[in-house]
């Protein structure tokens, strides 16, 4: 039975496991947070891409954060969306775009953070 358990239990988790092996973060650069601001802020977003599929992962609650992706090419905007969650999450969204160079941008009232990534 012991052996049982632990057969399911690396199973679990090794399916969640490759939802972050295959995944490439996009790195973010920019200014994230007010100096003035006394009370607790919340961490920034982070990204990353599989495939044509953006996730952004909260690690905290966040309200009114704007998320945009646009062609670097063609300076088309695929993807925008004003994204709130109240707790912890990852948000996924299949990006409806064709194979090139992309760049995400976050912005909301505590900052702007921008980072570029490929769809192949």
């Known amino acids: 039975m012991k052996h049982l358990i632990s057969t399911l239990f690396l199973i679990v988790c090794g399916i969640f496991c490759t939802q972050f092996v295959f ?3 996009i790195p973010t650069k920019g200014k994230w947070s007010e100096e003035d601001i006394r009370s607790f802020i919340p961490a920034p977003p982070t ?3 599989e495939g044509k599929v953006l996730t952004i992962n909260f690690v905290t609650p966040l309200t009114d954060l704007t998320v945009k992706v646009t062609n670097n090419e063609t300076g088309q905007v695929v993807y925008e969306e004003c994204i709130s969650v109240s707790t912890p999450q990852s948000h996924s ?3 409806n775009a ?6 995400l941008s976050f912005t909301h009232v505590l900052g702007y953070l921008t980072g570029e990534f490929v769809i192949k």
């Open 93 to 95: 969204v299949v990006l």
């Open 23 to 25: 995944c490439d973060t």
């Open 47 to 49: 990204a990353s891409i």
């Open 98 to 103: 064709d194979n090139g160079n992309y760049t």
